[in-house]
């Protein structure tokens, strides 16, 4: 074959950066195109938009093969806290690192960890400790920085730079779900609705001692097709008696779980209730209370009840791919208490994946018809 050199060009006027291109005449007429500069590192995350319970692709290409890299998440919190998740891995023989099926040998996690980056998420070094991520605008989203770099490296040591990065979007709210404040008859909370008209199967949300509005697990349910209230009973401006206190009864919760049946959005007849810690306490409390074990009775279904348990899991099983929190502070007035809330971080965040697909798979299979 025969060939001819080209002239020294530039990519673009913002590119001056010089490079060399050669043409190769083959015997059947085709041009190939060659270039003596290297494909820069690619970092890609798909999707780069997603809510928080769904799993994302992340890969690096065009490094060095069989070397060592090291993934980095970074993200503020609404606080302004930096939090953290580092891994180590090592390339395949063709340059490539893939977070879906490859193990990482160290960092804030070990083994294969497709979501590692985001449960394993911690206060940074040398920020504020004792401290729970959660998010508290669910309009908006988590940004996540992602960054490849070069050799086993903590990002935190700041030794090595950064090869590619790409950030993504965390939700909590789906595009078309709508949220409502609700101030009625005395019930304080928030509720979430589904895009399109209804009538939607309904969810009464109830959280822990720790007290005011929590809105993310809500928002997250209605992204799934649920019309879900999430109620405040602590530690609200809104209700009455001193904020520390327990200052309602039994009527309230009846009353919001009255107040979510008598929505247009919401099927009367297909309400579920889900609760967190003290929360827990309160829906089984307020199952009993409304004729929910009258009707499993009388549908031949009292036997439906499942227990599952998870030995590494802490006490803050929340949505899949939260970090977990092993201790944190908690408000006890007059003062502020650390709380040992327990569990191993892998074991948490497998626990936090599993009771989620199990709790979606319930709600369709019992509040889906």
Known sequence: CGGYYLSKTTRSQSDCTPYYMFCSLLSEGAVRWQSSRKQAPVLTAAPVRALIDEQISIKGRFLPPHSPVTVCARMHCEDGDLWEAFAHYNTNAGGAVNLTTDHSLGGSYLGCEPMGLFWGLQPAPGGRQGSRLRKKDVETPYQVHISLMEGHVSPSD??????????????????????????????????????????????????????????????????????????????????????????????????????????????????GIIGISYGGYLSLRIATQCGVNEILKSAGKSHLLSRFSYPDAGHLIEPPYAPHTRASYFSIKPQKVMILWGGQPAGHAAAQEDSWKKMLDFLETNLRR
């Not at 809500?218 to 009455?240: E, Q, V, W």
Request: glycine share 14%; aromatic share 12%.
């Open 158 to 271: 700041g030794k090595s730079s950064e090869l590619a990065v790409v950030t993504t979007e965390r939700w909590y709210m789906a595009p078309g779900v709508r949220r409502i404040e609700i101030r009625q008859n005395g019930v304080i909370g928030t509720l979430f609705l589904p895009p399109g008209p209804g009538p939607f199967p309904g969810l009464l949300d109830m959280w822990g001692m720790g007290g005011g509005l929590l809105e993310y697990r809500a928002a997250l349910f209605a992204s799934r097709g649920y019309a879900c209230l999430t109620l405040s009973y602590k530690g609200h401006k809104d209700l009455p008696g001193p904020p520390d206190q327990f200052n309602v009864g039994d009527s309230y919760f009846r009353s919001a779980f009255q107040l979510l049946q008598d929505r247009d959005e919401v099927d009367a007849d297909r309400i």
